[in-house]
């Protein structure tokens, strides 16, 4: 027997070190005040703590993601939480805590234009694996550098509120440079402007970028017409066209989020779901031994597999999961969209890497890169709300949707039906209303239906009364 081979677990265990970190939130939840206890959170490979202290904090503890760099900083943490409940918590303890070199600068000995281009050093150094580092900094701090560097005095309220009020309210902007403000402040321990910075912040209401969500019409023209190679591209890349178009149905028929196309379990291959994640069945005589223990789950290209179902593996933006595959009322695009083939992804040569903020990845940029060029009209993340609203619309359970798409029925409710285009509203209205027209017709019909036999039961009542009468009459006879 071919020994089950995990596809996706790391062998250093390191796939238990959430699980850790969620055990030691619950326990620190349990601590202090609320409003006033500190919590960790992951960081890439490191750990940061979570707490209220002027506004929300994030700062590190100096601790590794492992399991004993989350023992220490629940350590930390339990401390801080002390602090903070006692109301003596400060950035210099906190400092002192972590053995952290205070970088605090004495303000009055330093002018705005010194404080600037000494953050705007650290800020470097400590961000110098980003790949763009230098456009990072100019969408968090360009206002703060555009005012502060050419002023030789100290910090004050007044410039506090121009830096501020360079941005515009209610906008993505003032949102980076109230961020930014509040790091840069935290760097030089300044807490006098924290109320100032919290004031904005309660006052900036961006409005969401509306979503451009395709109709199901849309999206099949794009998948007829937009993956024709120009006349001018070179032959040794005709072959990228049809990875690209085969990951465009995927998105649209799954509702993945890109990098889960790279993260599927079970294309070629039946699952077995093993300790929170998908492990591959290698060979069919093991496939039928643990077939109906466990869940098992058939390979999308199993011909007997009339489901269909997809399994996404753990290392995800939401971890493992089932998909299934939704498309419009009498079409199965799995097969107009020519899917069940061998995987054929786009070669992008790592299309894992990351490329910045989190769940970021190169084969996100690059599909969105694809999608603008050609100019489809939408991003491919729409793909995935125009998934949800299919499903919605064809009836579906909203927690099996939610369940699919790897998010909460709360956000399934709310973030993606507000996305909903208001023709596909109107149309699900009108259908809503055709339905209760119809119902109310069916009802009206068994009403009038039920009058009628009611008036026969009658009817009949008499006769067999009269029946009864004749046949009394002729007994006496």
Not at 6 to 34: T, V
Not at 401 to 423: A, C, V
Request: some cysteine; charged content about 25%; glycine content about 6%.
């Amino acid at each position: 027997m071919v020994k089950l081979q995990s596809e996706q677990l790391p062998s250093d265990g390191s796939f238990q070190l959430h699980k850790l970190l969620k055990r030691a939130n619950e326990r620190l939840g349990k601590l202090g005040k609320h409003g006033k206890r500190a919590k960790l959170k992951q960081s890439g490979s490191s750990i940061t703590l979570q707490f209220n202290f002027h506004g929300q904090k994030n700062p590190g503890c100096g601790c590794n993601f492992t399991k004993n760099g989350i023992a220490e900083a629940v350590k930390i943490a339990e401390l801080v939480t002390s602090q903070l409940s006692a109301n003596s918590f400060n950035w210099d303890w906190f400092n002192s805590l972590i053995g952290k070199e205070i970088k605090k600068e004495e303000l009055p000995k330093h002018s705005c234009r010194e404080l600037i281009a000494n953050y705007k050093i650290h800020w470097k150094q400590e961000n110098r694996q980003l790949k763009n580092a230098e456009g990072s900094w100019y969408k968090r701090f360009r206002h703060l550098e555009n005012v502060m560097d050419g002023i030789d005095t100290e910090l004050t309220s007044s410039l506090v509120k121009q830096i501020v009020e360079s941005s515009e309210n209610n906008t993505p902007t003032r949102t980076y440079v109230l961020q930014g403000f509040t790091c840069f402040l935290e760097y030089f321990d300044i807490s006098e402007y924290d109320h100032l910075i919290q004031s904005y912040k309660a006052k900036n209401k961006p409005l969401s970028k509306k979503r451009n969500v395709p109709s199901d019409e849309q999206i099949k023209t794009v998948f007829s017409t937009g993956f024709i190679p120009c006349s001018n591209t070179r032959k040794d890349i005709y072959y990228r066209y049809a990875q690209w178009q085969f990951l465009y149905g995927l998105l649209a028929v799954y509702g993945l989020r890109v990098h889960e196309a790279w993260h599927i379990a079970n294309w070629s291959k039946p699952v077995l779901l093993h300790q929170g994640d998908w492990v591959a069945i290698e060979d069919s005589d093991e496939y039928k031994e643990y077939k109906g223990n466990g869940i098992v789950i058939p390979a999308i290209l199993d011909p007997n597999n009339s489901d269909k179902i997809l399994c996404i593996k753990h290392a995800t933006k939401t971890g493992y999961r089932m998909a299934i595959p939704i498309s419009p009322e009498g079409e199965n695009w799995l097969i107009e969209f020519n899917l069940l083939q061998p995987l054929n992804l786009p070669d992008l040569g790592e299309p894992l890497i990351p490329t910045g903020g989190k769940h970021c990845y190169k084969c996100t940029n690059r599909t969105g890169l694809w999608f603008r060029r050609r100019n489809y009209g939408f991003a491919p993340h729409d793909l995935r709300h125009a998934y949800n609203h299919r499903g919605h619309h064809l009836g579906y359970n909203a927690t099996t949707l939610s369940s699919s798409l790897g998010h909460s029925l709360e956000m399934n409710s709310t973030t993606y039906l507000k996305t909903m285009p208001d023709i596909r509203k109107m149309q699900m209205m009108k259908e809503a209303i055709h339905c209760e027209k119809e119902k109310q017709s069916e009802l009206e019909r068994l009403k009038s239906e039920n009058e009628f036999l009611k008036q026969e039961i009658e009817k009949l009542k008499c006769e067999n009364q009269l029946y009864k009468s004749l046949l009394e009459q002729i007994r006496l006879r």
